[in-house]
């Protein structure tokens, strides 16, 4: 998380706490833009997603900052299986220190996130792919639309798809940032003094998903392969 402070921490706990168990798959029909190689459960591409999430059904309150001092223009958007926004994304490097993200690479780095693995450590942001949600507030509260830790999300950037999970939050009205692993996987600048995407990221979080233990990256890519191809065919 990029602001330090008890009540961002004491608000990413409450958010990130164990959550209700994924919801079973439905069979759907698929629309007719869907490609063929989706249909037939085929990877789900880059364009696929984004064709998905090109209309968008808002469902915060109002809208978020991409960066402190800007104008809130990021809204959330929503469907039955997903919640969804595209933004810039800020490198985050907080949890268990190493090589890249630490205390003298990061003037921003905390040593802990929101969620926690299996062992009781911190995951590591050089290691793990995972995206950071903005804190609950009037704005929009992710628990109330089955985000928490570990939910999966698909990170899209130009043709690339990465696969995450939910480990940590942010400050409660900016959106758009992601641990340095998944803008490594991404072709993103995983720099956390200068690096990221200005704009263009998309990020669509699997509504009830949940990849326990949240450090099973493998785990979560299955997850959520899975839930794109139905996301993309589902078309509600």
Known sequence: MRVQSLTLAAAGLA??????????PRPAAGPAGASAAVRQEGVVGAADLLARVRTCDQISRGRYRTDDGEEPTVAVCGTRDAVFWTADMDIDCDGRPGPACNHLTDPLYNGTTASVQSDGRYPSAEDLPYIVVPAPSRIWDPRGDGVRGGSVAAVVHEN????A??????????????????????????DPRGGGAASGVTYIVFRHSQVKPIEDHTAAVAVGQRLARLFVVGGD
């Open 15 to 24: 958010l990130l706490a164990p959550t209700m168990p994924p919801a079973a």
């Open 165 to 190: 999970v939910v480990a940590d939050t942010g400050p409660a009205d900016i959106i758009g940032e992601a641990s340095f692993a998944t803008a490594r996987a991404l072709g993103i600048r995983a």
């Open 160 to 163: 690339r798809v990465e696969y």
